[in-house]
């Protein structure tokens, strides 16, 4: 009888997390496809049956009845992220590396000391780099631009690749580079040939890290961009105005949020630490 009630709690568990988790997007779809008049008039989920269903606020989102045209703002997302989370990850992979392989000493300083120098990076305020950032793009004349923005970004998204990747690199038995060396490799083409594709799971779950952290930020895009380049968090805050435009907030949001949700579903599958097993001899 235990083991009964003990599935029964389980999966009741299970089913709440999952109506927790998936009502707000059901919430989200079902408001992009009204109208003022459907937001208003109480809450109502079934189209058809219970509201008119209208596309006005997908319409809004291209630009159609005085809206905005989400397009050029999607793409100049996917570049500045993709971009800035490629090169944070190459550098963040090398430098975390090093750091579990090599012991450094400067002084006091050891290998700890460099870790949590790269993890407080994450402690500040965003608004204390706010100034800083804004007068260096200034003076290298990039403000408002996606090469200022992709600067910016690696910067912010550099620590969390470290931080992620160190923890993996720690994982990884120093037996497989000593083996690797043993038949000839260098230290560097033993990290190349043999230890990076046995951290692939690491660098699959600091890219994840990477792209929502870069993906969602509104502050940066906001502060350091005018007209030129706008981010997707920023087009999707100026929709608002003195009447909330429920219907197409929430079908913006849909928008934002469907390419993470593809990229999770897409690299579940590797996130397993048991690229390892049989790999020491």
């Not at 599935?7 to 009204?34: D, E, G, M, R």
């Not at 090169?87 to 392989?101: D, E, H, K, M, Q």
């Not at 290998?111 to 804004?134: E, K, Y």
């Not at 969390?160 to 160190?166: E, S």
């Amino acid at each position: 009888m235990k083991p009964k009630l003990y599935t029964l709690l389980k999966y009741a568990a299970i089913v709440l997390w999952s109506a927790f988790v998936v009502a707000p997007f059901l919430w989200a779809a079902t408001t992009s496809f009204k109208t003022s008049a459907g937001v208003t008039g109480g809450p109502t989920y079934l189209p058809w049956l219970q509201y008119q269903p209208s596309l006005d606020g997908w319409r809004h989102l291209f630009g159609a009845t005085g809206g905005i045209d989400i397009v050029g703002p999607y793409l100049d997302s996917a570049i500045v992220t993709l971009s800035a989370s490629a090169i944070s990850i190459v550098l963040g992979t090398l430098a975390a590396y090093g750091l579990s392989r090599f012991s450094y000493r400067a002084g006091f300083v050891r290998n700890g000391d460099l870790v949590f120098f790269f993890i407080s990076q994450r402690i500040m305020p965003p608004i204390v780099l706010a100034i800083p950032f804004f007068l260096m793009l200034q003076f290298l004349q990039l403000l408002d631009t996606k090469l200022g923005l992709i600067l910016v970004y690696i910067a912010l998204l550099l620590p969390i690749a470290v931080w992620v990747m160190i923890d993996f690199f720690n994982n990884v038995p120093r037996a497989i580079d000593e083996m690797a060396m043993l038949d000839g490799c260098t230290p560097l083409g033993a990290f190349f040939r043999v230890v990076l594709p046995n951290s692939l799971p690491g660098i699959i779950v600091a890219t994840l890290f990477c792209i929502i952290f870069g993906w969602n930020d509104f502050f940066f895009a906001f502060t350091l961009t005018f007209t030129d380049t706008q981010l997707l968090p920023v087009a999707v805050v100026a929709l608002n105005s003195s009447v909330t435009p429920w219907w197409s907030l929430s079908a913006s949001a849909l928008v934002s949020v469907a390419p993470l949700v593809a990229i999770a579903f897409w690299v579940e599958g590797f996130l397993s630490r048991g690229t390892l097993a049989g790999a020491v001899r």
